[in-house]
């Protein structure tokens, strides 16, 4: 056996150099005697491996001295709810922008919290293009507004920030995060999963501005205050610190890419491959609309789906692993972060006109 | 350098057997051709992976088949505030009995949610006792009763259930759990942040009793909710699988020391060598009342604050790591946890022993 290409939506492929070396010093890191994952959060040598990390992010993202960045837990999926708490009041409304799957949990979980209003959806689309800046009923006293940045299910991309007025827009980035260059400044908080571009499932990142954090309430538990989480330099309590060392080590290869900007050409690069082929196949399918079409998640459909577990047995056969769309929406999906190199999907490409050639 | 005998109170010392297996498969794990970090926790080959460290840890516990086991998120922490929303109405009492800083915490992140009581508490005592049974004020309209079964900063341990009639029991377990047996069927809900006997931080082991779960509201977020975590198999949403698979290979590793029998019988002979040797040193002193002495951490102080920075410099020149106390307290800390063997023990005490009849 040997490392395939990975195209699994998350937990994702990581750089193999970040794994050789999580793998070369499992046992002793630096002069620790002692595992990373042994040794305590508050040790100095802890506390240097995590201010590197964070000023490794801060570079990479360019990330304006007004905003916190903070190492948490929980997933996106808890910050849908802690967010709410902490930045809308019960009585308040709060503006969601739904495209995807994605977007629809984080109006789930924050529902309980505050006054969630839809703004704008693609539902009535199935969820295949971003809603025109236009068409959205914002309400200017809402809290936020909230969008979901990349969704992974639907294969939908923000290629802009929208503009939102005066109301803190804040966004999940989990799954299109340090893909390439972003105006932090632009958002009243970013927060991103760690499981695609930034290391194990677990850890979640949160960026945000210092004057937000005022809102959080003082009547709420400090484990789900961001407030507190910032005064305590995301040490309020263990934080999970193989990941954070891990992501710490995808931090130094992304720079040593060249940072997002590089990053960015290859992703760009990676996309115009694949949607190229697919469009001018005749044989596959992509629904999105090309101006929304995600630059990290292509879904994909075949002219039947009979063919599905074939194409999946023979790709998997053929070193291209994970290719199984949500079911959601079925057919096929290629998650391409940045740990998927170009040749990863030129394979997948060469693959695909190989398997259509044969059953088209 | 050398791997050394590490008495961390946490993230702490791992099976060094662990560490290798962890190692070896870092990049390809079994057949999966990728990371065990990179893979879908969807998938077939991590849900085995996850049902496994299930029926481990229930053997190893021997968790009655009415009791849920949940691999969650957030540290203990988020579930001190969790459990209280999830168990008690905001109108309901609940009763906390206070041993140590971390009961202490505990009631400070369930006041916002529910009327917490202080059944009982050592705070005058300054933590070095479990308050008698008779002295608890119980509230039998309680909605559970909280205790923490070990204190790792102040020592402090409970060596029995108490009985607290019908009202659930819900205890704090982290750096107590799998260290001897101990019967769940006593117990409402038990949970454990996994840096101590179970693996990288990060994870959350919650073991719930069912009639419990129908408590949980409906109108809390759905990531909150342990009936929801318990319905979706723990995987709600990403869980920590990095995490959840090395807490795996550490159920693995206490099964094949004999389970907590065995386990326990070894934590028998370490607390009573190192406690036998600091009551008759007339050097070193530990506060805590015999019958409530922690076997997991061991607080211990010099004849002089002075002393301690040498003491310090010295043991971790020896190669033991890690030995200092907690800010709270003061003096040392030796948290010798499962993963830390017996020879590490006698090694300290061989240690202390020298040290003394240097500086004594």
Redesign the interface.
């Known amino acids: 056996?040997?490392?395939?290409f990975?195209f699994?939506?998350?937990?994702?492929?990581?750089p193999?150099s970040v794994?050789?070396q999580?793998?070369s010093e499992?046992?002793?890191w630096g002069?620790a005697?002692?595992?990373v994952?042994?040794?305590?959060?508050r040790?100095k040598d802890f506390e240097a491996l995590a201010a590197e990390a964070e000023k490794d992010l801060r570079d990479l993202l360019d990330v304006p001295s007004n905003y916190k960045v903070l190492f948490l837990?929980?997933?996106?999926?808890?910050h849908?709810?802690q967010l709410a708490m902490n930045f809308a009041r019960p009585d308040q409304t709060a503006d969601y922008i739904v495209t995807g799957a994605w977007s629809e949990k984080a109006v789930?979980?924050?529902k309980?919290?505050t006054q969630v209003r839809i703004a704008a959806s693609d539902e009535a689309g199935k969820f295949t293009a971003i809603p025109p800046r236009a068409s959205w009923d914002l309400d200017p006293n809402a809290a936020y507004v909230h969008i979901v940045a990349n969704e992974t299910i639907h294969g939908v991309e923000f290629h802009t920030v929208p503009d939102v007025g005066a109301v803190p827009l804040i966004s999940d980035l989990s799954s299109t995060i340090l893909s390439q260059p972003i105006d932090v400044s632009r958002f009243g908080m970013i927060y991103a999963?760690a499981?695609k571009n930034i290391g194990?499932?677990?850890?979640v990142v949160v960026i945000v501005r210092e004057d937000l954090l005022e809102r959080c309430p003082k009547?709420?538990?400090?484990?789900?205050n961001y407030a507190e989480h910032a005064a305590n330099g995301s040490m309020?309590?263990?934080?999970?610190?193989?990941?954070w060392y891990?992501a710490g080590l995808v931090f130094k290869w992304a720079k040593a890419q060249g940072g997002l900007k590089a990053l960015g050409e290859i992703n760009r690069q990676k996309q115009e491959l694949l949607y190229g082929y697919i469009d001018g196949s005749g044989f596959y399918r992509n629904p999105v609309e090309i101006s929304a079409r995600s630059w990290m998640n292509v879904p994909f459909t075949l002219p039947s789906e009979s063919l599905d577990s074939v194409f999946l047995k023979e790709s998997e056969a053929a070193?291209l692993?994970?290719l199984k769309g949500h079911r959601a929406v079925g057919g096929m999906r290629a998650s391409i972060y940045n740990a998927l190199p170009l040749q990863g999907v030129q394979a997948l490409v060469d693959f695909m006109r190989d398997f259509a050639s044969r059953n088209g």
Chains 1, 2 share one sequence.
Do not use: D
């Open positions: 056996m040997s490392r395939a990975n699994s939506a998350g937990p994702a492929a990581l193999e794994l050789l999580a793998q499992m046992l002793e002069k005697r002692a595992s994952m042994e040794i305590s959060h040790g837990q929980g997933g996106a999926t808890l849908f709810a789930k979980e924050a309980p919290l999963g499981q194990p499932s677990g850890l009547s709420i538990p400090k484990i789900l309020l309590n263990t934080p999970p610190t193989f990941s891990l070193g692993l994970a």
